[in-house]
């Protein structure tokens, strides 16, 4: 089956799983369970993220129905990590549904460590896993929580390549690497096999979040210009400018902050990357480095 197969097969099995998973927070904790159910049905991927903890049990085993609770665990902390990055964009005021902000960050709080443990520590899991992925969630949230205050304080002036692949290794590499590596574990794989999907899952969330800097361009919203994020992409521009023009990329890369139209900006030196047309309008066709 194809990717996207495998998220219609059992799409409807991990909305159950997500439901019975918010409905064991009842009746201690009613207002906890609607908030995090708001923030759930107003959050919706681009592409499914259920699917791959699915596909690296079914690699292991022939099986991929066993690992449907981590599939909700991937999503849970997606959804707490995507409300927390647009507030930290200043953007997350109308991604809480009927919540206030308060509670809507509440909610991503809970939903984003506190939840998938409760997934993992339920009856659906067997109970000789239940130490390692508990281990797993608690420190993919201490990695990408390093990964996206790196990226918070990101400065172009000095970004390297490696700096802006170290901070992608935390925000986006650790939730991918986390869940690959849940699902061997509970897949019974070898240690060898456990750190060969860790990687897997590392290298994964890293092209992730560089497909993601592109999308951002090719949809025109340009949200990585206006919040000043120094992305893989930009880092290669100036790695590979002349002194004059990485001068000019750096000083149109902060005005950007507070330009109408970051998406037309004159920025001679990122086209070979991130793609201009004639006339130095960033299109996103980017090129690989």
């Known amino acids: ?51 791959l903890p699915l596909i690296v049990h079914a690699v292991e085993t022939g099986a991929p129905e066993p690992a449907v609770p981590l599939a909700v665990v991937h999503e849970l902390w997606w959804i707490s990590a995507c409300h927390l990055d647009d507030l930290a964009d200043g953007q997350g005021a109308h991604l809480g549904g009927d919540l206030g902000g308060a509670e809507a960050l509440l ?13 993992v520590q339920s009856q659906a899991v067997p109970e000789s896993v239940r130490g390692a992925l508990s281990a797993e969630i608690v420190k993919c949230s201490i990695l990408a929580t390093e990964g996206q205050l790196s990226d918070l304080r ?14 992608y290794r935390g925000k986006s590499g650790a939730p991918f690497s986390m869940v690959t590596a849940m699902a061997a574990e509970w897949a019974g794989a070898e240690r060898a096999r456990v750190e060969l999907w860790r990687d897997f899952g590392d290298v994964f969330g890293i092209l992730w979040q560089m497909s993601n800097d592109q999308e951002d361009i090719l949809s025109g919203r340009n949200e990585d210009l206006l919040n000043g994020t120094v992305t893989y992409l930009l880092a290669c521009a100036l790695d590979t400018s002349a002194s004059h023009s990485t001068a000019r990329i750096l000083r149109l890369q902060a005005e950007a902050r507070t330009s109408r139209d970051a998406g037309r900006l004159q920025v001679p030196g990122l086209c070979g990357w991130l793609g201009c047309d004639g006339v130095g309008r960033i299109t996103g066709q980017a090129r690989a480095s």
């Not at 909610?107 to 997934?119: H, I, M, N």
């Open 1 to 51: 089956m194809s990717y996207l197969d495998v998220h219609r097969r059992f799409s409807m099995d991990v909305d159950a799983e997500m439901q019975a998973t918010l409905e064991r927070l009842a009746p201690q904790a009613d207002a906890v369970r609607a908030a995090v159910t708001e923030l759930v049905r107003n959050r919706e991927f681009t592409h499914p993220l259920s699917v």
């Open 107 to 119: 909610a991503a709080f809970v939903s984003g460590t506190p939840l998938p443990l409760l997934v």
């Open 154 to 167: 990101g400065d172009a002036a000095t970004a390297t390549r490696d700096s802006v692949v170290t901070a």
